[in-house]
T-cell receptor, first 115, second 114 residues
Framework: AQSVAQPEDQVNVAEGNPLTVKCTYS??????LFWYVQYPNRGLQFLLK????DNLVKGSYGFEAEFNKSQTSFHLKKPSALVSDSALYFC?????????????WGAGTKLIIKP | NAGVTQTPKFQVLKTGQSMTLQCAQD?????MSWYRQDPGMGLRLIHY???????DQGEVPNGYNVSRSTTEDFPLRLLSAAPSQTSVYFC?????????????FGPGTRLLVL
């Protein structure tokens, strides 16, 4: 069965420091992996995705994520956090073999960037 | 493009009432879906559609119906509202698979069932 885990409910980082939001997954076939961000009272916005190719994926707002097949992880990173990065972050996965495009979502990680 | 639009933004219902949440997209996306978001549970898929005339159940379909008569519209119907359906509902659409696969979300409908 497909699953996604975001092991941290909340991550606190000081402004200017690097940040990491963790995500691990389990699928039968090859994974399609996604990160989305949700600001308060807003819908989700796409940040980045890994489909195939380079393991390091660069996305919007200076975020990047590294696909690690051996550790089944897709952690979200940013070299220098901004207060405006404070939001709820969701990791999602789809099995390449799933023809119905169903994404499995993590529970979300609240990122708090302190000035 | 307006992207994905949802109406209403907020709704209060009494137990047993029915209503329809509207969703429309103007990007000619084949795939559309409805999610509910509850605290600490992430997004859960209610129903989805891979094209006009085709719908299927997701993880939590009970109490909800959908139809897809056009590519643009994908309404979600609550048949007889229950307090357990109090949630925030998001509609999403996407085009293609693989490299083109990205879901675009509407702003959400906040539903309170008393």
């Amino acid at each position: 069965a497909q699953s996604v885990a975001q092991p941290e409910d909340q991550v606190n980082v000081a402004e200017g420091n690097p940040l990491t939001v963790k995500c691990t997954y389990s699928v039968s076939g090859n994974p399609y992996l996604f990160w989305y961000v949700q600001y308060p009272n807003r819908g989700l916005q796409f940040l980045l995705k890994y489909i195939t190719g380079d393991n390091l994926v660069k996305g919007s707002y200076g975020f990047e994520a590294e696909f690690n097949k051996s550790q089944t992880s897709f952690h979200l990173k940013k070299p220098s956090a901004l207060v405006s990065d404070s939001a709820l972050y969701f990791c999602a996965v789809r099995d390449e073999l799933d023809s119905n495009y169903q994404l499995i979502w993590g529970a979300g990680t609240k990122l708090i960037i302190k000035p | 493009n307006a992207g994905v639009t949802q109406t209403p933004k907020f709704q209060v219902l009494k137990t047993g009432q029915s209503m329809t949440l509207q969703c429309a997209q103007d990007m000619n996306h084949e795939y559309m879906s409805w999610y509910r978001q509850d605290p600490g549970m992430g997004l859960r898929l209610i129903h989805y559609s891979v094209g006009a005339g085709i719908t299927d159940q997701g993880e939590v379909p009970n109490g909800y119906n959908v139809s897809r008569s056009t590519t643009e519209d994908f309404p979600l119907r609550l048949l007889s509202a229950a307090p357990s359906q109090t949630s925030v509902y998001f509609c999403a659409s996407s085009h293609g698979t693989g490299q083109q696969e990205t879901q675009y979300f509407g702003p959400g409908t906040r539903l309170l069932v008393l």
